[in-house]
C-alpha cells in the first residue's frame, strides 16, 4: 500500500502542481484503501506526506508552493494497516538538466540499493549504514548525520536507529522478523543542516540540493526482502 501511494504520487508531480495538491492526493489514495497516514498527527506533523524540494532535505510541509521545472522533489510517505506501519520516499527530478543534481539522485538511490543488499540474517547493523557513506563518498556527496532510518512495525519510528555513516561490523546483529526503514539523506554539498521555523522542514545549511530515499525492509531467515517495491 506505501508502495503503491507513493508510486501514484510521485506519477503527479509535474510542473504547476502544489505541494497541497500532492497531500490531498495522498490523503485521498490512502482513504481509498481503508488505510491511515502514519505520518498526519504523528508529533503535530500536519500532514500525510512529506515534501521537500531542493534544499530541502526532509520534512518539507506541503502547502501552496508550486513546483517548478528544474526542481527536485523528495515524497516520504507512511502507511498504517492492520496495525502495522510502512513507511517509503522517493526523489523525482522535474526537468532537471542540472548533470550534479542527476549526479545527487542517482547517488542516493544507489546508496539505498547498495544498504539493501547489505541486509541479512547475522549481519550487522552498520555495515548497513557504513553501506550508504561509501556510496555517497564515492561520489563526491555527503550525507546527513543529525537524522537517520529506523526500525519500523507497530509504531512508525522503534529500535534501533539506523544511521546512514559509521565503520562496518558494528552494532546490533541482524536477525529474521526484524524489519528497517532504510533512508540515505545525501547532500550535493557539506553535511550540515538547519531546522527551519516551522521546527519540521530540515534544510541543507550551504543552500545546496540534497535528495532523499526510503524502503521498509524485513530481515527473513535467510535473506531479506524489500516490503515497500511497488
Ligand atoms: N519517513 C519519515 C521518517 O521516517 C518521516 C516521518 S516524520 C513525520 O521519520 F512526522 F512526518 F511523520
Ligand atoms: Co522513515
Given at each position: 500500500m506505501t508502495a503503491e501511494v507513493l508510486r501514484q504520487v510521485a506519477e503527479a508531480?509535474?510542473?504547476?502542481?502544489?505541494t497541497g495538491e500532492l497531500d490531498v492526493l495522498t490523503r485521498r489514495l490512502i482513504e481509498g484503501l481503508r488505510a491511515k497516514p502514519s505520518?498526519?498527527?504523528?508529533?503535530?506533523?500536519?500532514?500525510a506526506i512529506c515534501i521537500s524540494i531542493n534544499d530541502e532535505v526532509i520534512h518539507g510541509i506541503p502547502g501552496r508552493r508550486v513546483v517548478l521545472p528544474g526542481d527536485v522533489v523528495s515524497l516520504d510517505v507512511g502507511v498504517f494497516y492492520k496495525g502495522f506501519h510502512g513507511d517509503s520516499a522517493t526523489t523525482v527530478m522535474v526537468g532537471v538538466t542540472d548533470p550534479d543534481v542527476v549526479r545527487l539522485v542517482e547517488t542516493t538511490k544507489q546508496a539505498l540499493a547498495a544498504a539493501i543488499a547489505a541486509?541479512?540474517?547475522?549481519?550487522?547493523l552498520s555495515d548497513v549504514s557504513h553501506t550508504v557513506e561509501s556510496v555517497a563518498k564515492v561520489s563526491g556527496c555527503s550525507v546527513v548525520r543529525e537524522f537517520v532510518g529506523h526500525g519500523v512495525g507497530r509504531h512508525l519510528h522503534e529500535e534501533p536507529q539506523v544511521p546512514n555513516y559509521g565503520l562496518p561490523g558494528r552494532g546490533p546483529v541482524l536477525k529474521p522478523g526484524m524489519t528497517l526503514a532504510i533512508e540515505p539523506m545525501v547532500n550535493?554539498?557539506?553535511p550540515e543542516v538547519v531546522v527551519l521555523d516551522d521546527k519540521w522542514t530540515v534544510v541543507t545549511r550551504d543552500g545546496k540540493p540534497s535528495a532523499h530515499f526510503e524502503h521498509t525492509v524485513a530481515v527473513l531467515e535467510e535473506s531479506m526482502e524489500v516490503l515497500t517495491l511497488a
Open positions: 508531480v509535474q510542473p504547476g502542481v502544489t505520518f498526519l498527527g504523528y508529533h503535530g506533523y500536519p500532514a541486509v541479512r540474517p547475522g549481519g550487522r550535493l554539498g557539506r
